[in-house]
């Protein structure tokens, strides 16, 4: 924007009668936003604004800026308003304020306001509440958190099979840091049976939108696992499918007790034939011997 053209425009919003003829505009923003002098008294108040702070329009007039908005910053260096009526540049920040019953986060917006010979006469600010979006981020912290204390292998990828995200245990069994594993294929790291074919899970379950559990095996730093995983689609706020999770299980030990317990079955199994079939020998000539002594008696009898 030419400076020259914002100094007249801000020039005109400075003086009373002009802030009265922009207030209709103004009151369209859905966004808190104030009007200071350069003495921090307020000189307009939006509804959004008059909503965020529960007070009335005849309660803010006249009164400063930090009496009724309270933020970290306020009355500080970092002052958002203090620094352009200082600067006369446009700056943006974030902060908090503790407002009605909870504490909230705000984006906030700050723009000089000239006067008719372009010195700097107050301040404009929009105060974008991003509580939620704060909220949100710091439940994904704390969900990392929970995922890095996994002791099996967790991984994010994207639709082209780019790893975008890998616990520490996960690096640690593929032997290397996670930074260098970030961004590689997630197919050239765990090299499994299912990689690249049909039966990925993490593909299928991209597909398919479902959760998908499978077994395979994987051969890693010269070794070979075996291994039960299972992938889950992640979403988009469009509700687009455009990651998938996978948290892999090493099962190789559970499988060579499996075929030990098979062994055993089979080896006891065959012990019970032998058994079985010998017995049925041991009858066979206890029977003979019965028939060869009653013979024998019948003879010598005779």
């Known amino acids: 924007m030419d400076k020259s053209n914002y100094a007249e425009g801000s020039a005109c919003l400075a003086k009373t009668s002009c802030l009265k003829d922009f207030a209709k505009y103004l009151q369209a923003i859905q966004i808190p936003l104030i009007v200071i002098d350069g003495e921090f008294n307020v000189d307009y108040i939006n509804d959004a604004g008059v909503r965020l702070i529960g007070l009335s329009q005849e309660q803010v007039k006249g009164k400063k800026c930090y009496e009724i908005l ?15 009526m200082k600067t006369g540049n446009e700056v943006s920040s974030e902060t908090s304020a503790r407002i009605k019953d909870g504490e909230r986060h705000f984006k906030c917006f700050s723009s000089p306001i000239f006067d008719e010979n372009g010195k700097t006469a ?3 600010e929009l105060f974008v509440d991003i509580s939620d979006l704060k ?6 912290k704390q969900q990392i958190q929970y995922l890095k204390a996994v002791p099996t292998p967790v991984i994010a990828i994207d639709e082209n099979f780019n ?8 690096a640690k069994v593929l032997g290397h840091n996670v930074e260098d594993v970030v961004g590689r294929k997630c197919y050239d790291m765990f090299n499994t049976e299912h990689c690249r074919t049909p039966k990925c899970t993490s593909a299928i379950a991209m597909r398919t939108r ?4 499978s077994e395979t095996i994987a051969r890693i730093g010269g070794k070979t696992f075996n ?13 687009r499918v455009v990651d998938a999770i ?37 009858l066979e000539a206890r029977g003979r011997s019965v028939v060869l002594a009653t013979s024998w008696h019948r003879l010598w009898k005779s």
Not at 135 to 140: K, L, N, P, Q, Y
Not at 227 to 239: F, G, S
Not at 252 to 279: C, F, N, P, Y
């Open 70 to 84: 309270k933020t970290v910053d306020c009355l500080t260096p970092r002052c958002l308003c203090a620094f352009v």
């Open 122 to 124: 107050g301040a404009m």
């Open 163 to 170: 790893i975008t995200y890998i616990n520490d245990f996960g």
């Open 135 to 140: 909220a949100a981020v710091m439940r994904s």
């Open 227 to 239: 291994v039960r995983y299972t992938a889950y689609p992640l979403y988009d706020e469009y509700n």
């Open 246 to 282: 996978e948290v892999a299980m090493d099962i190789t030990r559970q499988r060579e007790m499996m075929a030990t317990i098979e062994g055993i079955v089979k080896s006891a199994t065959q012990v019970s034939e032998s058994v079985e079939s010998l017995s049925a020998e041991i």
């Open 210 to 213: 479902k959760v998908v559990t």
